[in-house]
């Protein structure tokens, strides 16, 4: 079983749509949360992060940790087709020996269309 | 413009050869990262270097190896042990190996026949 699952999609939804993208993790050591967007062809760049539980807003996305259901989301409010890409969901661990090493989801590919 | 450039984008390679991918950064970053992306896995970890000089095994180093005799390159071989090289390789860095921040550059795609 793979410590971060992500629904892979394809997800495909109107203009002007909520989006709501999900991670489920086993390992209850993970303390940082990000989602990184990654357009065709290019390499991945950070979206939101997140320390421990909580919610994080910034313009149209908005983050949450479940932390005691090891569940996270990514909220895209007003979807537009530039938002069109693969979301990428990634955790570390605190300290030590788990500096470095981001553990990422499969990815969750996005359309949006007009 | 400060970032990564990773070189060349497309690289295509007959089985058994082995295989030099190029990570140079401008961002004046202590660590730089290896991953190797795959259809419907995400990205995996190969190789990280904390500082010149110094690096370690990720999640998948196996038929990998790097270098990091400069702060501002991390070259990527892969070699003719690797099983099943064809895949998308991307680099990355961060500040420090403690940022959770890591900036990637665009990416190498390798095909291997």
């Known amino acids: 079983q793979k410590e971060v699952e992500q629904d892979p999609g394809p997800l495909s939804v109107p203009e002007g749509a909520i989006v709501s993208l999900n991670c489920t993790y086993s390992?209850?050591?993970?303390?940082?949360f990000m989602w990184y967007r990654q357009y065709s062809r290019k390499g991945p760049e950070l979206l939101m992060y997140?320390?421990?539980?909580g919610n994080k807003e910034d313009g149209r996305f908005t983050a949450q940790v479940d932390k005691s259901s090891k569940y996270i989301s990514l909220f895209i409010r007003d979807s537009q087709p530039s938002d069109s890409a693969t979301y990428l969901c990634?955790?570390?661990?605190?300290?030590?020996?788990?500096?470095?090493?981001?553990?990422f989801g499969q990815g969750t590919i996005l359309t949006v269309h007009p | 413009d400060g970032g990564i450039t990773q070189s060349p984008k497309y690289l295509f390679r007959k089985e058994g050869q082995n295989v030099t991918l190029s990570c140079e950064q401008n961002?004046?970053?202590?660590?730089m990262y290896w991953y190797r992306q795959d259809p419907g896995q995400g990205l995996r970890l190969i190789y990280y270097?904390?500082?010149?000089?110094?690096?370690q095994k990720g999640d998948i180093a196996e038929g990998y190896s790097v270098s990091r005799e400069k702060k501002e390159s991390f070259p990527l071989t892969v070699t003719s042990a690797q099983k099943n090289p064809t895949a998308f390789y991307l680099c990355?860095?961060?500040?420090?190996?403690?940022?959770?921040?890591?900036?990637f550059g665009p990416g190498t795609r390798l095909t291997v026949t």
């Open positions: 990355a860095s961060s500040t420090t190996v403690r940022s959770y921040e890591q900036y």
């Open positions: 390992n209850s050591a993970f303390q940082y």
């Open positions: 997140t320390y421990s539980s």
């Open positions: 990634a955790m570390r661990r605190a300290g030590g020996t788990s500096y470095g090493k981001l553990t």
């Open positions: 961002l004046n970053h202590d660590a």
């Open positions: 270097s904390q500082i010149v000089n110094d690096f």
